[in-house]
């Protein structure tokens, strides 16, 4: 099994479980939403599939941390940064400057 940017790098010195009290699951925002700053992206797939799938994916909004919501579902393991940057694209989102391709954590 390999991880990328797990979850202590993620929460500090608190315990994810304690990251999720402070989720505000009623401000679920689109990866559009003006302001928004992706903080964790979490990808998961198994070793021999070609695609990583979404498990979930935290942002900040307003001094809140929100559950984003993304387009996609899954993503090529070959070239997943350009696969963001395309869906990005779509939908007029500068990706860089929303902070998704630095905080994307995988396991495999």
């Known amino acids: ?3 990328t940017n797990p979850i202590a790098d ?6 994810f479980h ?5 989720v505000d699951y009623n401000a679920q ?3 559009t939403e003006p302001g928004l700053y ?6 998961l797939s198994d070793p021999g599939c070609p695609m990583w799938g979404v498990s ?3 942002g900040r909004l307003n001094g809140k ?3 984003v919501m993304l387009p996609f579902h899954d993503l090529p393991k070959w070239g997943v940064r350009k696969a963001i940057v395309d869906w ?8 860089k400057k929303l902070g998704i391709l630095e905080n994307i954590s995988t396991l495999c």
């Open 18 to 22: 304690e990251f999720l009290e402070t």
């Open 10 to 15: 993620f929460v500090g010195e608190g315990t």
């Open 1 to 3: 099994m390999s991880e």
């Open 65 to 67: 941390n929100v559950k």
């Open 88 to 95: 990005a694209k779509a939908d007029n989102v500068y990706a």
């Open 29 to 31: 925002v689109y990866w």
């Open 38 to 43: 992706v903080t964790r992206l979490r990808l």
């Open 56 to 58: 979930y994916c935290f």
